[in-house]
């Protein structure tokens, strides 16, 4: 099993930051992917960003593309995601998944381990 732990959520401003960790413990893999998703209220959870933990890959969906920078501390086994110029339709709550592989899939359902979720609220 994978545990994973997001923190750093919060209530900021419209144009302000915030910087999420999740980090992970227990079993590991030989090459795995790290994305960030969020689901906001009445809406299904989507795809934010990726990172694969052996070639360093990176995807980001579009509405966060130049806003929001996805990276990793290998020695610490956490993965960050920087959020900065942050809208009202940020407004979330955001979850990190783990799936084994180093192809960085959008689908949710390609993800196997899943954290607690942290929220982000920004306001107008």
């Known amino acids: 099993q994978v545990q994973l732990v997001e923190s750093g959520g919060g209530l900021v401003q419209a144009g302000g930051s915030l910087r999420l960790s999740c980090a992970a413990s227990?079993?590991?893999?030989?090459?795995?992917?790290t994305g960030w998703f969020r689901q906001a209220s009445g809406k299904e959870r989507e795809f934010v960003a990726g990172?694969?933990?052996?070639?360093?890959?990176?995807d980001y969906a579009d509405s966060v593309k130049g806003r929001f920078t996805i990276s990793k501390d290998n020695a610490e086994n956490t993965v960050y995601l920087q959020m900065n110029s942050l809208k009202p339709e940020d407004t979330a709550v955001y979850y990190c998944?783990?799936?084994?592989?180093?192809?960085?899939?959008?689908?949710?359902?390609?993800?196997?381990?899943w954290g607690q979720g942290t929220q982000v609220t920004v306001s107008s």
């Open positions: 990172i694969s933990w052996n070639d360093d890959s990176i």
């Open positions: 227990g079993r590991t893999f030989s090459t795995y992917v």
């Open positions: 998944a783990v799936r084994s592989g180093s192809y960085i899939y959008r689908a949710k359902w390609r993800y196997d381990y």
